[in-house]
């Protein structure tokens, strides 16, 4: 069975840092793209970085990418998000998800999906 568990989440004063962890199980993480969405209130979620471990590549969101680090550890079969300088527009759940490739549309069509982990930034 696939399974995704973030852990990590909090309240954390704008400009300071927090990392995300997603510990996957039940399928080779090589097989599997790798992304982390956010949902803010009343906003549809939206994928803020994606990593594809069999290959290395990277995607982040423009307005988090010199800010937001994704990053994996094969040994430990989890996936990473490192958050820093984070802003209230960073509040919402985070969720991990796997899917065939990067992109919104993929994890559209077929993902598996973490229950989320609260974020929360205050100014």
């Known amino acids: 069975e696939v399974q995704l568990v973030e852990s990590g989440g909090g309240l954390v004063q704008a400009g300071g840092s927090l990392r995300l962890s997603c510990a996957a199980s039940g399928f080779n993480l090589d097989d599997y793209a790798i992304g982390w969405f956010r949902q803010a209130p009343e906003n549809e979620r939206e994928l803020v970085s994606c990593?594809?471990?069999?290959?290395?590549?990277?995607y982040a969101k423009t307005s988090v990418k010199d800010r937001f680090t994704i990053s994996s550890d094969k040994s430990k079969r989890t996936v990473y998000l490192q958050m820093n300088n984070l802003n209230s527009e960073d509040t919402g759940v985070y969720y991990c998800?796997?899917?065939?490739?990067?992109?919104?549309?993929?994890?559209?069509?077929?993902?598996?999906w973490g229950q989320g982990t609260q974020v929360t930034v205050s100014s």
């Open positions: 990593l594809t471990t069999r290959d290395g590549n990277r």
């Open positions: 998800a796997a899917s065939t490739r990067c992109g919104s549309y993929y994890f559209g069509v077929s993902a598996h």
